[in-house]
C-alpha cells in the first residue's frame, strides 16, 4: 500500500555534519509532525549531499542517508 508524500528540502545540522537533502513526509503534514513522531528512530533524506560542519568540505553524495534522530542538533526546511 502506498502513502501520498511531500518532498521537503531540508538541512540537518549535527555535531559533525551539516546534511542538504529531502524527506519525505505524509501527503498534508509539516516536517515538525514527522520529527514528533516517536515511531521511527532514524530519518530518511535522499538526495543528500554532506558537509564537514568545521570545514565545509563537500565530504559525500548519497541517494539515501539514514540519521539518527538523537544525532540531530537542528533541521529546517529551505526553499
Do not use: C, Q
Amino acid at each position: 500500500m502506498y502513502t501520498e508524500k511531500d518532498k521537503v528540502r531540508v538541512v540537518v545540522i549535527t555535531e559533525h555534519y551539516r546534511i542538504e537533502g529531502d524527506m519525505h513526509v505524509l501527503a498534508g503534514s509539516r516536517l515538525t509532525d514527522s520529527l514528533n513522531s516517536k515511531v521511527k528512530e532514524f530519518l530518511a533524506v535522499t538526495d543528500a549531499k554532506l558537509w564537514n560542519a568545521r570545514d565545509g568540505e563537500l565530504m559525500y553524495e548519497t541517494s539515501y542517508i539514514a540519521i539518527n534522530r538523537g544525532a540531530i542538533d537542528a533541521i529546517f526546511p529551505v526553499a
